[in-house]
């Protein structure tokens, strides 16, 4: 959720900001106005009830005190029915705030200055790194080496689950698992995180928290009856970790990671990349999760991006750095780099992972603060940040593509042979 005091300082911010992500047609901006004057008056009307209330009530007490209770008594049902006015007045607030809060959950986060305004095309290249492979043969695409040597069965992924499941065998089992490993090993041994394994399952507020309900609730699987979802992804469980906690700032930047199935429903891609294992409803990914000071989420930012390049650089896998547009960038970050891999099958560059700087959007659903040093130390919301570390189905489809030979066998990374020794 958007901190709504800068809308009220800059009312224009909002539409602007709308604007530039593509989506100001589907909010009612002046409604929201409406509702926040509305519930300020409210306020004000109620403090000053409250006000009176006190002043009557001292009043009675004096009276009292005095031993002129009959003359207490016409102050008494004055006092009666200001409290009767003031929890009316609470009840119309309530409902307001209800609308004012069902509307802010729908907005998106405050767009980066550095973000570009505009959709995909409006992408920036930030830089990329590795040289494209050459081939003495037409390369093949990654499923159609996998069905042909017989490690990637679609047809009884379907058979059993139906459309975009599928069936790992042999070999690419065993290196999807190599790569988890190796990924873990480098973010938890290198780079600091602490490995966790999380539930498959969170609660429906877990879901709001993240960012995923209410606006995307119909794109996950969920488990009405028990009030709980697959996860879309481990960030999820992650960032939840420390929901409704005050942390202390010592206790901060906090690196987590975990290797999870992540399940989506993929409902607005209908038609799209549904070739192989571009885009399947169930996938194996790590994820990094940071929570840190706010004064320090900008260059966290970068070095998460640097986190997930690193795997890619030690498999050797040529990529881009892109910066995303605001229309193309999440609802609950506020500014993204994708980690795009080269695909020399399918001729075409693929995102292997998004590194999202969210600011303090999650932890305000969340109510994820710390408390500042000092004695006069304030609660203040901590800034949340989450990439893939990377997403390991794709990560495998890259190996296979850019690593291929002409007999369709393909290489195997120098540094996942250990994690797969004895088995090749």
């Known amino acids: 959720m958007i901190d709504l005091e800068i809308f009220l300082e800059d009312p224009a911010s909002l539409d602007s900001m709308l604007q530039a992500r593509q989506v100001n047609d589907k909010i009612d901006i002046s409604l929201l106005q409406d509702l926040i004057r509305k519930n300020k008056k409210l306020i004000g009307q109620i403090q000053q009830s409250q006000s009176i209330r006190n002043q009557k009530s001292k009043e009675i007490g004096i009276l009292l005190s005095q031993g002129e209770k009959e003359r207490a008594e016409p102050h008494k049902e004055k006092v009666k029915n200001i409290g009767n006015e003031i929890l009316r007045l609470e009840k119309e607030k309530q409902k307001i705030e209800m609308k004012i809060h069902s509307i ?13 305004s505009g959709g995909e095309e409006a992408n920036i290249l930030v830089r990329s790194w590795g040289t494209k492979p050459q081939f003495d043969f ?10 042909k040597t017989g490690i990637l069965d679609m047809e009884r992924g379907v058979k059993l689950a139906g459309s975009r499941f599928y069936i790992y065998k042999n070999t690419l089992a065993l290196l999807e698992r190599s790569l988890l490993n190796f990924m873990l090993d480098l973010h938890t041994k290198r780079f600091g995180y602490t490995e966790l394994t999380v539930p498959l399952l969170i609660e429906d507020e877990g879901m709001y928290t993240s960012g995923q309900f209410p606006k995307f609730r119909g794109e996950y699987y969920s488990l009405d009856r028990d009030g709980l979802s697959l996860i879309p ?3 999820v469980p992650l960032i939840n970790l420390y929901r409704d906690e005050v942390l202390k700032e010592d206790d901060l930047p906090i690196l987590l990671t975990a290797a999870s199935s992540c399940f989506r429903r993929e409902a607005g891609a209908a038609g799209k990349d549904t070739r192989g294992l ?11 999760v940071q929570l840190v000071h706010p004064n320090e989420s900008a260059q966290k930012h970068e070095e998460m991006t640097r986190h997930a390049e690193e795997v890619l650089q030690i498999l050797n896998l040529p990529y881009r750095v892109i910066l995303k547009a605001a229309g193309d960038t999440g609802a609950t970050a506020s500014k993204s780099y994708d980690l795009e891999v080269w695909l020399p099958g399918m001729k075409r560059w693929l995102e292997i992972s ?32 989450n990439a893939s570390g990377v997403a390991a189905g794709r990560c495998a489809v890259a190996l296979i593509e850019n690593l291929q ?6 290489d195997i990374p120098p540094v996942l042979k250990k994690y797969m020794t004895g088995h090749l």
């Open 104 to 116: 802010a959950a729908e907005l998106p986060n405050w767009i980066d200055p550095d973000v570009p």
């Open 138 to 147: 037409e390369p093949k695409t990654h499923d159609e080496i996998g069905e």
């Open 233 to 235: 992804t481990a960030e």
């Open 278 to 288: 571009i885009r399947v409803h169930q996938f194996q990914k790590v994820e990094l």
């Open 354 to 385: 998004s590194i999202s700087n969210c600011r303090d959007y999650q932890a305000r659903r969340g109510k994820i603060r710390f408390r500042q040093s000092g004695n006069k130390g304030k609660n203040i919301l901590v800034h949340t940040l």
């Open 405 to 410: 030979k002409h007999d369709m066998s393909f």
